[in-house]
């Protein structure tokens, strides 16, 4: 414990100095976090939806051969790669030299594909991830449910897909096979064959690029005007993903005792979105947009020897600005991903190391690249400042602002089931966090999540940060109450049951009649992580829950909430089978969820006699049915 208050203690005195440096000339004018954008040569601190032009949403006003790029993205990789390959089409236009009429790629989110005249398009290249246990994204729901139940003869139509997942999950993929199924069964063309990628591995994603740009120009496109108005798309949506609301944050508590660094670190947090017009239902989770420390960024900017207040462009994907320039501290700080390496930033290095400082000292920096899998390892095991601090001593590098910020990735935003429910306060939204802490042992340096670690230790009560609703809707209660329904959420997996029970409970105050509802938490000791215990267990002696706890390491054998349900085998089955309850597992999907699933197909072979397969079978179909519904993570 005295270690981590040691370095707490530290990073707020950097902070402070970092502040201090601030208004004395180093980075900045005023110690302002707020006075970053550049207008007329001065700072201005009021956020504002940008009036700046999308490059990705210009109507074109000139014949050309239109490519459809559609991307479907629960957490913006997908279109991230969307983008990626618009610019790469853009740049094969102007170096060709070939082409008497270019390429004219339009980039849409699939929420958008009502806009298609599908009898218009010649080639349509589809980039949609799989999220969580299988599911399409959100936001392409619609289009996957328009795929699946469409079948018109498409036989015009060329198309490749790109499908992004995580192997860690059973159905790794699903939704990208799914949707290059049902364009072959339309009749489409493949140009290539569907493509998997694991993990953001641009390894894969970087050649499937090239192999789509060396395969256009060989397909015959009608030169015509296009008839998509890119412009008017996402109008009037309110705040999204895009254009987030700015949450004031009202309460934030610790709900663990720390007594030493083995101990879990858990938050809750009460964000105000009065005004905001966001509404969610029970299930759903909060996005929410972090500041990279400002520390890191003052340190990689040090690295690279460029000052702060240099002003930049906005990405496009910048959720508070108009066309005025940024300070390039302030871009990072906001805007760009300082916890995962992209490939590129690695060959910028490549192309600088000097060969004259080669020695044994520095061999190993140099044995990085000369293999795929060496290269993968080391960027899985790194961070942006990192990368510049092991390199700085043999590499001669001089990049631009500009050229720097092109070879990282965008802040994405992190998401956080909701742990309350509207019907008791739809202006309030509440998460549950567990700050992430660890070593990394191949470089023996501290490291933190970045969002739970500026929820924590920077964002106070009062401040504002950005957020937005992202939807669940596979995770629902049912709306008949007397339903029994069965909660498995350890750790932080807890917090979208917290706001089910409220519902619960609120039924039975409005005199309603609830079917038996049984709670498995577990954690690793009943007196310092037992979250939100008063609550718990003032509802399970009102009757409103069953609660089972688990406390895996308050005895000498380790016990988990897989254990608990094997003991209760009998009365699950009857609840499962005979009254049609429905099964919610929240929480760990590489072991736990795994670990539970087991444990249910179990108790279907000894108190449902059924055989393995059978017992798979029929926890499939519970799926499908939406009784046995998953909102699960890998960690």
């Known amino acids: 414990m005295i270690e981590w208050v040691i370095g707490f203690l530290a990073v707020m005195i950097g902070y ?13 004018e005023d110690n302002s976090i707020d006075a970053f954008i550049i207008k007329d040569g001065k700072e201005i601190g009021n956020k504002q939806q940008g009036t700046k032009k999308d490059k990705y949403r210009r ?65 349509c290249i589809v980039i949609i991830s799989t999220s969580g246990d299988g599911v399409p994204p959100t936001d392409a729901r619609d289009f996957y ?102 949450a004031k944050l009202k309460v934030k508590k610790q709900l663990t005792v720390l007594d030493d660094t083995e101990d879990r670190e858990t938050i809750h947090c009460e964000f105000d979105i009065a005004d905001s017009g966001l509404t969610w ?11 990279n420390h400002p520390i890191y960024v003052d340190n990689i900017l040090s690295l690279l020897g460029i000052n702060g207040t240099v002003c930049v462009d906005p990405p496009v994907w910048a959720y508070i600005t108009d066309k005025d320039k940024i300070r390039i501290m302030m871009a990072l700080m906001k805007f760009y991903d300082l916890k995962h390496v992209k490939p590129e930033l690695l060959y910028e290095i490549k192309a600088s190391l000097s060969e004259s400082l080669r020695s044994a000292e520095y061999e190993h920096l140099f044995e990085i690249f000369e293999s795929d899998d060496a290269l993968v390892q080391y960027i899985k095991t790194r961070e942006v400042m990192d990368v ?83 939807r669940n809707p596979d995770f629902r209660l049912p709306s008949n109450h007397e339903i029994p329904i069965i909660l498995i959420g350890p750790g932080t997996g807890l917090a979208p049951f917290r706001a089910f029970i409220q519902e619960r409970e609120m039924a039975v105050e409005h005199e309603s009649v609830i079917g038996p509802t049984l709670l498995y938490f577990g954690c690793r000791h009943k007196e310092k992580d037992f979250l939100y215990r008063n609550e718990l267990e ?98």
Not at 197 to 210: A, K, Y
Request: glycine share 6%.
């Open 281 to 291: 239902t029970s299930g759903d989770a909060l996005g929410i947009y972090p500041d």
């Open 59 to 123: 109507n074109y006003t000139s014949e050309g051969r239109q490519i459809l790029i559609i991307y479907g993205t629960e957490y913006g990789f997908s279109e991230e790669v969307a983008r990626n390959l618009h610019d790469r089409i853009t740049s094969f236009n102007s170096t060709s030299g070939t082409l008497n009429v270019e390429f004219q790629p339009r980039t849409i989110n699939a929420k958008h594909y009502s806009s298609i005249v599908w009898d218009q398009e010649t080639v």
């Open 388 to 470: 510049l601090e092991e390199f700085s001593a043999v590499m001669s590098i001089d990049m631009t602002p500009e050229k720097f910020l092109s070879l990282l990735k965008p802040l994405q935003p992190r998401y956080y089931s909701i742990s309350s429910s509207p019907l008791i306060d739809p202006n309030t939204a509440c998460i549950t966090a567990a700050v992430v802490r660890y070593k990394s042992e191949e470089i023996q340096k501290k490291k933190e999540g970045v969002t739970t670690a500026y929820l924590q230790d920077r964002l106070v009560v009062m401040d504002t940060c950005p957020v937005f609703i992202s």
């Open 538 to 635: 003032t509802w399970h002696r009102k009757g409103i829950i069953q609660l089972r706890t688990a406390f895996s390491r308050d005895q000498d054998r380790k016990v988990y909430v897989q254990d608990l349900l094997l003991e209760d085998g009998n009365k699950l089955w009857h609840l499962i089978y005979q009254n049609e309850g429905i099964i919610y597992v929240c929480g760990d999907a590489r072991r736990m969820a795994h670990d539970v699933h087991y444990a249910l197909l179990e108790i279907a072979q000894v108190q449902g006699h059924l055989s393995e397969t059978d017992a798979t079978k029929y926890f499939y179909e519970l799926e499908q049915e939406g009784r046995y519904q998953k909102d699960v993570w890998v960690t």
């Open 16 to 28: 402070i100095t970092f502040l201090i440096r601030s208004s004395s000339g180093s980075h900045f």
């Open 145 to 246: 449910e328009f795929l699946s139940k469409s079948s018109p003869n498409m036989s015009h139509l060329k198309f490749c897909v790109l499908a992004l997942g995580d192997s860690n999950y059973p159905q790794y993929c699903k939704t990208g096979k799914v949707v290059n199924q049902r364009f072959l069964d339309m009749s489409c063309n493949p140009i290539l064959q569907c493509e998997l990628v694991d993990s953001e591995d641009w390894n894969v994603i970087n050649p499937w690029i090239d192999k789509v740009i060396n395969l256009l120009p060989n397909i015959e496109i009608e030169v015509k005007m296009d008839y998509l108005d890119l412009e008017g798309l996402g109008e009037g949506e309110g705040h999204s993903r895009n254009n987030p609301f700015m």
